[in-house]
């Protein structure tokens, strides 16, 4: 099992803002629950059935060629601030870390594909990139799933399909989702209306981490909820369908907002750019708002606005965890706000002085 500091140093492809309606759209992830045919799910399995999953699965992940030299890391082994720090990465989810049983994850390069194991599922594949690149994001999962299939026996059905712990898995076992910035919607007070109209259609949302999570920072994570009865493909194609209707009446919303309080809504943008770049103490729920406040900025083209990058970079490693891992210590809520504070100063001034921004 390879170091988890390793990770701090690898390029993170999902975070380059790269993608397609990379102002509006943080990331796409599409991920697979798959399940091995020879063993009990993991709610039933013991330790020792949990153990042979994580070494037949963590095996065969050395024989795929885009995980082939991906590193592999045991939960157990982990410390809880190892654990927080896979979370917060959007690497792994609080319930595969939450556990002390036999679970591990397979990290990929540039944390494009990871693999949870005995989580929920003994097998839980995820791509995730930048932007909206939904379809993208399939094949690139799909083709691990491909490579498994031909080394290990997954549990399915004629009848239904993948077969999957949670009955909403199974079928397809495919979850597929947009993280989106929506601040234009929430200040004009529509947000509710319109996410009332995504579930009715079946789609779920969630907060910044997923199932269970709260909303911060404007962000919303928009997922399929059915995978029983329907191909990959129609469930891709009815997901980025209403994703850019929400993300048409955040447009609509904006010009609203820029046509009624324009001078309100850059003294905010500006103060909040300003407290990122002048700010002795912020907490990580603050960063949040401020990080909101300067992304809706930078999608209203105002000057002077760090890179898209930067932002996302932040978003991520200012958090908890993260920041301690940096700092190669442990640390009070307080000390976490002051650090916090001079980290981000950091990386503003380095890109300032690095010579203009990454949206242009």
């Known amino acids: 099992m390879r170091s988890l500091s ?6 993170r492809n999902w975070l380059d803002a790269s993608g ?32 042979a999953v994580m070494q037949r699965v963590a095996g065969a992940a050395q024989k795929v060629d885009l995980l082939h030299a991906a590193p592999f890391f045991r939960i157990p082994e982990l410390s809880a601030m190892d654990r927080a720090f896979l979370v917060e990465r959007h690497l ?3 319930d595969l870390v939450g556990d002390s049983r036999p679970r591990g994850i397979v990290v990929g390069p540039g944390e494009g594909l990871t693999m949870m194991i005995n989580e929920e599922d003994h097998v839980r594949m995820q791509g995730i990139l930048s932007g909206f690149q939904l379809e993208e994001a399939w094949h690139l999962v799909n083709r691990v799933d491909d490579d498994l299939d031909g080394l290990l026996e997954f549990a399915f059905s004629e009848d239904l399909g993948f077969l999957t712990s949670c009955p909403t898995n199974v079928g397809t076992g495919m979850r597929a989702s947009v993280l989106v910035h929506l601040p234009s919607l929430v200040l004009t007070k529509k ?15 969630r907060g910044f ?4 999570t709260d909303v911060m920072g404007n962000f919303f994570q928009i997922s399929n909820q059915v995978t029983l009865g329907e191909d990959e493909k129609k469930t891709l194609q009815s997901l980025e369908r209403v994703a850019r209707q929400i993300l048409g009446y955040e ?8 046509s009624t309080a324009r001078v309100q809504i850059e003294d905010k943008i500006y ?40 932002l996302n970079r932040i978003l991520v490693t ?28 950091r990386l503003l001034a380095a890109e300032s002085g690095a010579g203009g921004t990454d949206h242009a």
């Open 6 to 11: 390793a990770l701090l140093s690898q390029e």
């Open 20 to 51: 397609p309606d990379s102002d509006t759209v943080l990331s796409t992830r599409v991920r697979l629950a798959r399940n091995l045919e020879a063993f009990p799910f993991t709610t039933r399995a013991r330790d020792d059935e949990l153990e």
């Open 92 to 94: 792994a989810s609080r």
């Open 191 to 205: 947000i509710r209306k319109v996410l009332s109209g995504a579930t009715e259609v079946g789609l779920a949302v």
């Open 209 to 212: 981490y997923g199932e269970g």
């Open 251 to 258: 447009e609509k919303a904006r010009e609203t907002l820029v």
């Open 271 to 310: 103060r909040a750019l300003g407290a990122m770049q002048s700010a002795r103490v912020i907490s990580s729920q603050e960063v949040l708002g401020l990080i909101s406040a300067v992304r809706f900025g930078i999608s209203l083209g105002l000057p002077g606005m760090p890179g898209l990058t930067v």
């Open 318 to 345: 200012s958090q908890p965890a993260h920041l301690q891992v940096l700092a190669s210590r442990d640390m009070e809520r307080a000390e976490r706000n002051v650090y916090r504070a001079e980290y981000i100063r």
